[in-house]
């Protein structure tokens, strides 16, 4: 099998790995899968990877677990970056476009991005990857695509997406430590959109909101582009810690019933509705009422800050496509009604697509864009233009992320 046809995604959360191996048969448009795994996460905090070495081992547990001869037929993962130490920031470039018949090639599109590129960001903050919004040629706004195009000057606006780099060179650490090979690293909501958004909806205005154990994550999209992008340090995790103290239950109970019992809305006809949980050394009893409403507090909390954050880029309310959720938050029932009723937009599950074989379950959404994204760029060498700058921004990327690691 060639071993350019495999491709692994890992998904490094905080309350899993998800490591998935799929294969690209030529003339097929979906993926196949041929192997998942989850394995329980250690190391990680909030969507960050803050133990490296508890991370590897994790990898490589994980990894060790994909079928021989797979695992020996594949030469790199690529992976997600998550966290709230992610953020967003808007720029600028200008150059003269080189040729004398003023026809615009790429290199004078990797010219301007790169002048977009030189910002200040704080202290230990780097550039992970850059969007081009729009291209100007001579004051002409609001061109997607300048290659072939005609002008003097050529300007870029740019969204910058930058991380702490003690975060990724923690990540870059564990990867590396279990001696596997990096193809690339995506911004967790970033993969997630990829299997789970249509180009249409990007195209209208949507916004993609995961959920996690650790961390919920918003990516919004607008005229096909990436408009903004926020982590809020809240997930899953802090429901599961609010039934604990709300009921005196211990963690892995209070986890337990989350998922058995839990509910973001109550329904009217179960209002009394007493749960009983048999099996403890004292009998833990408590109504559906109470679940319900400890679950509600919390993911109202999370949406207020998603609810902030939109308007802050004048978008609350104002997303024809509406929101999309993913991640294990996305489970809990009456989440669908909840959101629309907090956040007044049209909300509907993400299910993953482009990859057969796979569950439908908006938890695999990150892996599976993952995957994606490298089928992508592992186009077999059937590259559009496009895709070949797109290719070579990649390995740029990677290049650069993994020179922090050469002394
Ligand atoms: N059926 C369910 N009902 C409610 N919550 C669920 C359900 N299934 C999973 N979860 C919760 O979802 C969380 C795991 O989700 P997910 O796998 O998306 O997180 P992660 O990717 O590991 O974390 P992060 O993205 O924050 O780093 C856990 O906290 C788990 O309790
Ligand atoms: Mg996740």
Redesign the pocket.
């Known amino acids: 099998m060639p071993q350019s046809h495999i491709i692994t995604a890992v ?1 490094i ?4 790995i998800k490591t998935l191996v799929v294969k690209k048969n030529n003339g097929d448009s979906d993926l196949e899968v041929l192997d998942i795994i989850f394995t329980s ?1 250690l190391g ?1 905090r ?2 960050v990877v803050v133990n490296p070495d508890k991370v590897s081992k994790n990898l490589q547990n994980s990894i060790a677990e994909i079928r021989e001869p797979l695992r020996q037929s594949f030469n790199g993962i690529y992976t997600n970056i ?1 966290g709230n130490h992610l953020f967003v920031t808007s720029s600028h470039g200008l150059v003269s476009v080189s040729r004398a018949d003023q026809k615009i090639s790429r290199e004078d599109i990797n010219r301007v991005i790169q002048a977009a590129e030189v910002v200040n960001l704080p202290l230990n903050n780097e550039i992970l990857e850059t969007f081009p919004k729009e291209f100007i040629i001579d004051g002409q706004k609001g061109i997607k695509e300048p290659l072939g195009m005609r002008g003097l000057r050529l300007e870029v606006e740019i969204l910058a997406l930058c991380v702490f780099s003690p975060y990724l060179k923690n990540l870059t650490q564990a990867i590396l430590d279990s001696n596997l090979q990096i193809n690339d690293v995506i911004f ?1 909501p970033l993969a997630a959109a990829q299997a789970v958004l249509t180009p249409q909806q990007k195209e209208v205005g949507v916004a993609l909101i ?1 959920i ?4 919920t994550s918003l990516a919004v999209f607008e005229e096909g582009n990436l408009i903004h992008t926020a982590v809020f340090p809240l ?3 802090n429901i ?1 810690n609010d039934i604990a103290i709300g009921l005196r239950t211990e963690i892995d109970i209070a ?1 337990r019933i ?2 058995e019992f ?1 509910s973001c809305l109550l329904q009217k006809n179960n209002k009394k509705e007493k749960i009983k949980i048999p099996q403890l050394k004292e009998p833990l009893v408590f109504s559906k009422k109470m679940l319900a409403e400890i679950i509600e507090a919390r993911i109202e909390e999370i949406l207020d800050l998603v609810n902030k954050d939109l308007k802050k880029i004048s978008r609350q309310g104002l997303l024809p496509a509406g929101i999309v959720l993913t ?3 996305a ?2 029932p009456k989440i669908v009604e909840l959101t629309k009723k907090e956040l007044k937009l049209p909300v509907r599950i993400g299910i993953p697509k482009g990859i057969s074989g796979i569950e439908e379950d908006p ?1 695999l959404a ?1 892996v599976c864009g993952l995957a994606l994204r490298g089928a992508e760029s592992d186009d077999d060498g059937h590259f559009s233009d496009i895709g070949k700058g797109a290719v070579k921004e990649v390995i740029g990327r990677i290049k650069k992320i993994l020179k922090t690691f050469i002394p």
């Not at 959360?13 to 899993?16: A, K, V």
């Open positions: 998904d959360g905080t309350d899993s996460s990680m909030k969507g998550g967790s995961d996690g154990a650790g961390a997930g899953s995790i599961t986890e989350k998922k839990g991640g294990g938050g489970k809990l938890t990150t």
